[in-house]
């Protein structure tokens, strides 16, 4: 009788051990959410249209985690992508797994189709078509008017490429009001510290505006990244109508850690920058120079209430 309830007594506490170890690892694992848990809690990709295309005013809110595995293949025209919400317009290939989003990363083998490509296309700038990622650029297939754009990116590896077009101007950029690739608003963070924003129009560069935010100086050959490197960081911003301005915002989250700073603000009113404004609905997207690079959590917000 004794051994009995010595040996029920002894299944009765690993029982309850156990239980203890469950509760312990689920209570842990809800304390040590990820920070892309607390960014986005949205885990799926979704469009939700509050406006007909046809109005070229909306598109509704897109958000895209990166968690479905793919691979999207550069194309010459959106219309061409197999991809329902992206277009590759540069870069070669860009792939999700694992949760994040990724140029190419590494040098591609010489027999390579995108290398060859590349090394007949544009040589200078891709290390004779090794690397196509040096001149990343993707591109959504829906339009936007007035909106808030997201995305973290984490740079894995910069490489100082002898060319002539790798400059301080590099870095990670969003694209907003995207008409072709000679027309746009760009914003972003330059590999010099610099947060900026500027307008492409018929393929002249205007600086709009810039503040220098990250500490160092910047040189080509000693110090050519004053962007950190294997650490995520938050890229937003917002382009509005307020009567016959448009009005654009860069924010930062330098933490990644979900918590955003307005940087810069600038109207450009189409005469100071000699131009027009740039005031269509247009694509969005993300641009990398001479980078290994990471995304996660892309986000647009569709202001669509504004003017």
């Excluded at 007909?52 to 598109?59: F, H, P, Q, T, Y």
């Excluded at 009113?269 to 269509?280: A, M, T």
């Amino acid at each position: 009788m004794i051994k009995t309830k010595i040996k029920f007594n002894l299944i009765f506490s690993i029982v309850i051990f156990l239980v203890w170890i469950i509760l312990t690892i689920v209570f842990l694992r809800k304390i040590f959410s990820t920070n892309k848990e607390e960014r986005i809690k949205i885990k799926e990709t979704k469009i939700t249209d509050f406006a007909s295309e046809k109005s070229g005013n909306s598109a509704g809110t897109f958000v895209d985690d990166f968690s479905e595995e793919k691979i999207i293949i550069e194309t010459d025209s959106p219309a061409k992508s197999t991809d329902q919400n992206w277009w590759l317009n540069s870069g070669a290939i860009f792939k999700t797994e694992r949760g994040v989003g990724k140029t190419l990363f590494g040098s591609l083998k010489q027999d390579d189709y995108w290398r060859k490509n590349y090394a007949d296309y544009n040589p200078d700038e891709t290390t004779g078509g090794y690397r196509p990622q040096n001149i990343f650029r993707l591109v959504t297939k829906k339009r936007w008017r007035n909106f808030r754009q997201e995305a973290y990116f984490k740079v894995k590896y910069y490489e100082q490429s002898p060319s002539q077009h790798r400059q301080a101007s590099n870095g990670l950029f969003l694209f907003n009001r995207y008409q072709d690739g000679d027309n746009l608003y760009y914003t972003g963070l330059r590999v010099d510290g610099q947060v900026v924003v500027k307008k492409k129009y018929n393929g002249q560069y205007h600086t709009m505006i810039s503040k220098k935010v990250l500490s160092g100086k910047y040189d080509r050959e000693n110090n050519p990244i004053l962007i950190p490197l294997d650490k995520w960081i938050g890229l937003g911003s917002e382009v509005t109508n307020e009567g016959d301005k448009v009005i654009i915002k860069v924010f930062l989250d330098q933490e990644g850690s979900g918590h955003w700073r307005e940087i810069v603000r600038v109207e450009d009113d189409g005469v100071r920058y000699h131009s027009p404004l740039i005031n269509s609905a247009g694509f969005a997207g993300l641009r990398t120079d001479f980078m290994d690079c990471e995304f996660d959590d892309y986000l647009i917000t569709d202001l669509f209430h504004k003017n």
